[in-house]
Nanobody
Framework: QVQLVESGGGLVQAGGSLRLSCAAS????????MGWFRQAAGKEREFVAA????????FYADSVKGRFTISRDNAKNTVYLQMNSPKPEETAVYYC????????????????WGQGTQVTVSS
């Protein structure tokens, strides 16, 4: 059974930093592409970042480029999202997801999802 478990969410001040983690089990982590999405209250789920299985290619939404960094540790079956200088409008539930296909900005392309972790950015 595949499980993705996010952690690290919480309250952060605008301009601060926060690191999210997503621990995976039940799949061959080193062979699967991973992504982070977020969903604010009343809004659609949106792409944040993705990383290829080997870690050599990363992809970002324009809104987070230069501030957020996605990385992975295949030895620990974990993917991370380092959030620097988050903004209040980025308050949302953050989800990690796993995709067997090439990383996509479309949620439908992902096969497995975590339960999400709340990130609240205060101004």
């Amino acid at each position: 059974q595949v499980q993705l478990v996010e952690s690290g969410g919480g309250l952060v001040q605008a301009g601060g930093s926060l690191r999210l983690s997503c621990a995976a089990s039940g799949l061959t982590f080193s062979s699967i592409n991973m992504g982070w999405f977020r969903q604010a209250a009343g809004k659609e789920r949106e792409f944040v970042a993705a990383i290829r299985w080997g870690g050599g290619r990363t992809f970002y939404a324009d809104s987070v480029k230069g501030r957020f960094t996605i990385s992975r540790d295949n030895a620990k079956n974990t993917v991370y999202l380092q959030m620097n200088s988050p903004k209040p409008e980025e308050t949302a539930v953050y989800y990690c997801a796993a995709a067997n296909v090439y990383p996509s900005i479309r949620p439908a392309a992902y096969d497995y999802w975590g339960q999400g972790t709340q990130v609240t950015v205060s101004s």
